[in-house]
């Protein structure tokens, strides 16, 4: 699997947007970028993922490069709970199950 | 969506003891499922992916004998953990996808081990 490479931490005020960005520059052309995170004494959350087209759902959007080389979670409007550190994993697309290579991803705070 | 529950979500037990963690999926079948571990300020790290019915592939330097998985149906894989010791003290989470329906991998909500 593609390595990812994220700052350690990030500050966000509550209510702007949280711009999160990850490299992912040896990514292959079958493999996706997923975004999960981890809140304090949680498991993993599923947050959003892509191939090569931009992507929104309820709780995020995901921006990918036109080279795949890197991508931007963008939560819109940040609030206390969005606190977390923030994981982008690259994976093969397909059917079956594949494990998960989580790297240390970005602690992202979320200040009043 | 596709729910996967762990249990306990907490656990203290002497020394010497074994613990028996759940991870199930709830609402879709699940032949492989995926535990991981993770020490305090550190990230997830796979120890061992689980098969419905057969072996489970262990990753390197994670002993088989001691961290002990059956998954002997479609959406109950279990990790044992044979004579525990203060060192095995750790936050454990599985995961499982239902990948017929194209689904993302989901989290169980982990369980927190502690070994006096």
């Known amino acids: 699997d593609a390595k990812t490479t994220q700052p350690p931490s990030m500050d966000c005020a509550e209510g702007r947007a949280a711009n999160l960005p990850c490299n992912h520059s040896t990514i292959s052309g079958n493999e996706y970028v997923y975004w999960y995170r981890q809140i304090h004494s949680q498991g993993p959350q599923y947050i959003i993922h892509?191939?090569?087209n931009n992507e929104t759902n309820e709780m995020a959007s995901l921006i990918i490069t036109e080279d795949r080389k890197s991508s931007t979670l963008i939560l819109p409007h940040a609030t206390l709970r969005d606190t977390a550190v923030y994981y982008c994993?690259?994976?093969?697309?397909?059917?079956?199950?594949?494990?998960?290579?989580f790297g240390k991803g970005t602690k992202l705070s979320v200040i009043p | 969506g596709a729910v996967v529950s762990q249990h306990p979500s907490w656990v203290i037990c002497k020394s010497g003891t074994s613990v028996k963690i759940e991870c199930r999926s709830l609402d879709f079948q699940a032949t492989t499922m995926f535990w991981y571990r993770q020490f305090p300020k550190q990230s997830l790290m796979l120890m061992a992916t689980s098969n419905e019915g057969s072996k489970a592939t262990y990753e390197q330097g994670v002993e088989k004998d001691k961290f002990l998985i059956n998954h002997a149906s479609l959406t109950l894989s279990t990790l044992t953990v044979t004579s525990a010791h203060p060192e095995d003290s750790s936050f454990y989470i599985c995961?499982?996808?239902?990948?017929?329906?194209?689904?993302?991998?989901?989290f169980g909500d982990g369980t927190r081990l502690s070994i006096l």
């Open positions: 994993i690259v994976r093969p697309s397909g059917a079956g199950s594949y494990q998960l290579t």
């Open positions: 892509g191939l090569k």
């Open positions: 995961s499982a996808r239902d990948w017929t329906a194209n689904q993302p991998q989901h």
